[in-house]
């Protein structure tokens, strides 16, 4: 069975309707990449699972509950966790206290020999060694590692991951997709969206192509990486 099962969602803005009637799933150990040019609605489609936004249309199942109708709270506690895009840290708290709020998140998912903020840190080598400074000082690529730490602490069922390797330099994306990579090899169960759709592909099992708010193509990460269609589609020429 499907961990995560969407089904004809559809979010709209205003008169707006960014998302128009998309369905797909993720199973449990998978990582599942959605790729799309600027403005397909990928980022719509993470916040309404989320909770942030709401479905107009549609249903959103996790572990067999209907979530559609939760509030954001009551997601996070179903073990729905997100790495948001732009990374959300809290810059005036420090690095442990960031991690800190990640633990609290886990409520009562929290178990014996889960993650800690000091195996964070050893993950981390570079969280540890900024532990006591504001987040805000941390590089773009620091602070996107603090991200995903303070996700993980959460104890997700379900990591969404909203655009990690944005606004990155080649060096520090590279590194992000190892980071996932390793995610991806531990059996974690990852929703992924991402710009750097070929590099997204590679690592995903299985992936969808959205086009203005709606599927247009889905595949294994590998059978969409050589296809011509999505190579056009990211060069917005759909
Ligand atoms: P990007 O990679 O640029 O973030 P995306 O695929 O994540 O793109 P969305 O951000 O989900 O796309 O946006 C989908 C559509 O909804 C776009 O047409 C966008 O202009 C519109 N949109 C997004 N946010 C809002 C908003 N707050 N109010 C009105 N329209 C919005």
Do not use: C
Request: charged share 15%; net charge neutral; aromatic share 4%.
């Amino acid at each position: 069975m499907a961990l995560l099962e969407v089904n004809d969602l559809a979010v709209s803005y205003g008169q707006i309707e960014a998302v128009k009637g998309v369905s797909f799933s993720v199973d449990e150990g998978q990582v599942v990449a959605i790729v799309g040019a600027n403005g397909a609605g990928k980022t719509t489609i993470m916040n309404t699972i989320s909770g942030l936004l709401r479905a107009r249309r549609g249903q959103i199942s996790f572990a067999g509950q209907d979530i559609t109708h939760w509030p954001t709270h009551r997601i996070v506690a179903a073990g729905i966790v997100q790495v948001a895009e732009g990374r959300a840290i809290l810059a005036n708290m420090s690095v442990a206290e960031n991690l800190a709020l990640g633990l609290a998140a886990a409520g009562s998912r929290r178990h014996e020999g889960g993650p800690t903020i000091a195996t964070m840190m050893e993950r981390f080598p570079i969280l540890g060694q900024r532990s006591g400074l504001p987040a805000g000082q941390l590089s773009g690529g620091e602070q996107q590692m603090l991200a995903i730490a303070r996700a993980l602490l959460a104890q997700p069922r379900l990591l969404l991951m909203d655009e990690p390797s944005m606004g990155l330099a080649p060096l520090l994306v590279k590194q992000v997709f190892a980071i996932i990579a390793a995610l991806k090899a531990e059996g974690r169960t990852i929703l992924l969206v991402e710009q750097n759709a070929l590099k997204a592909l590679k690592l995903a099992d299985y992936a969808y192509v959205l086009e203005r708010g709606r599927v247009a193509l889905s595949g294994t990460g590998a059978e969409l990486a050589g296809n011509q269609d999505v190579a056009r589609a990211y060069l917005g020429g759909l």
